[in-house]
């Protein structure tokens, strides 16, 4: 299953030419398991409860929250318990598998009393959120501002944010005072961070950064231009491109690098299976295997034997950008059941043009649905890269192959 964190960070090249400025970065949050930002909040508490010896989590909070918790409950065998207040049907709709706690005569103001009251008779890990989650909040958004770090984009970056919870802003603050204090000077990082014309400024304390006012036409024009870069992205996640285009509205941009994140943007690649030769024919296959794996490519006998394995008894996954390939999965079948895993992932490679765009980590989260995780790989030992991608979705070392060779 996959872990959160570790998104893509892709150059929004079309948008630059769209509105004639440099340096545009989009964060993509939506590539976490279910699709949020939140995923990096849940998981974390998730371990939190796995850690105080808890078996089951008293949750409440938003529908994307109650979610994202279940997500990783799940992988941990934890069970979620779901109370439901007045006015919450939608509660008992989406979690019809869950334990629902019918306490829709519970008054407002004794709601938190209690959560509190039942979670601790009944030796349950409680998650209110946006109230028990201040620490992992924090942290989670200190890991976000260290992966743009981790681009090494030079001269200041402007990071535009639309606050998940409270303690978005605080986490990005104690980053940047952190970093200052590690580097003997200012953070390169400058925070801008979106508020709607639906909300008071006053909900979120002001951590010293710049504070933007926001309408839904900024909105709607922000879901407008996002989409010239293949991706999906709900209306709350558009909130701080809208922070962004704001700024250029008003002609307050500097020459620096512009980081927004995206709390659900995700790419609108399509991964579909090849099923047949007659969908798409075996030299095509080849092909695209050979030309976005270099320089790690077999043989072109290896190639056309893998390639036919794994449309006979394995899989052949194509991503899809708007009518066009632009990444493959080769998985073969190794025939065992138990001695060793069933099915084997013979090739992964994306188009160069396309890569940067979570194609990779799409492609492999279907290999592993499909192989129900039930799959090996290998991995050229110094190609760290492809070892990060592939220790986020799970997969973990376990030794080093060998092959015999005749001098």
Not at 38 to 61: C, F, M, P, W, Y
Not at 280 to 287: A, M, N, W
């Amino acid at each position: 299953m996959l872990k959160s964190g570790k998104t893509p960070m892709i150059r929004a090249r079309k948008i630059e030419a769209a509105l004639n400025i440099n340096h545009i970065y989009l964060k993509l949050e939506g590539a976490n398991p279910t699709g949020e930002r939140l995923d990096r909040i849940t998981e974390r508490l998730v371990k939190t409860a796995v850690n105080s010896n808890s078996h089951q989590i008293l949750a409440h909070g938003s529908r994307p929250f109650l979610n994202s918790l279940h997500y990783f409950a799940a992988l941990d065998n934890l069970s979620v318990i779901i109370p439901r207040f007045a006015n919450e049907r939608w509660k008992q709709t989406l979690f019809s598998n869950a334990t629902i706690l019918d306490w829709r005569n519970v008054e407002d103001g004794i709601k938190l009393k209690t959560l509190q009251k039942y979670a601790s008779e009944n030796n349950m890990y409680l998650a209110l959120e946006g109230e028990t989650d201040q620490l992992p909040a924090e942290i989670a958004v200190m890991d976000i501002a260290q992966e743009i770090c981790d681009r090494n984009l030079e001269g200041n970056t402007n990071l535009y944010l639309y606050p998940v919870h409270n303690h978005d802003l605080s986490g990005m603050h104690r980053f940047i005072y952190q970093q200052s204090l590690e580097d003997n000077k200012p953070s390169p990082i400058n925070v801008i961070w979106a508020t709607s014309n639906h909300k008071t400024s006053n909900q979120i304390e002001d951590h010293g950064f710049v504070q933007e006012m926001i309408d839904d036409d900024l909105i709607k024009e922000s879901a407008v231009l996002l989409k010239k870069e293949q991706l999906s992205v709900s209306k709350n996640g558009a909130m701080a491109f809208a922070v962004f285009l704001n700024k250029i509205k008003n002609h307050d941009l500097a020459n620096d690098n512009h980081v927004i994140l995206l709390n659900s943007g995700k790419s609108s690649i399509k991964i579909e299976r090849v099923l047949s030769f007659d969908e798409v024919p075996k030299r095509q296959l080849i092909e695209f295997t050979k030309s976005w794996l270099h320089p790690y490519s077999d043989s072109l006998p290896e190639t056309a034997e893998a390639i036919q394995n794994a449309m006979d008894e394995g899989f052949i996954l194509l991503a899809n950008k708007e009518g066009e390939h632009v990444g493959i999965c080769v998985i073969v079948s190794i025939g065992f059941k138990t001695f060793i895993p069933s099915y084997h992932l013979a090739y992964i490679g994306v188009n160069p043009q396309s890569k940067g765009r979570g194609i990779g980590i799409l492609l492999l989260q279907k290999a592993v649905e499909l192989t129900k995780g039930n799959v090996s790989l290998h991995v050229d030992l110094g190609n760290n890269k492809a070892k990060r991608l592939y220790e986020k979705i799970g997969f973990v070392h376990v030794y080093n192959r060998m092959i015999y060779k005749e001098n």
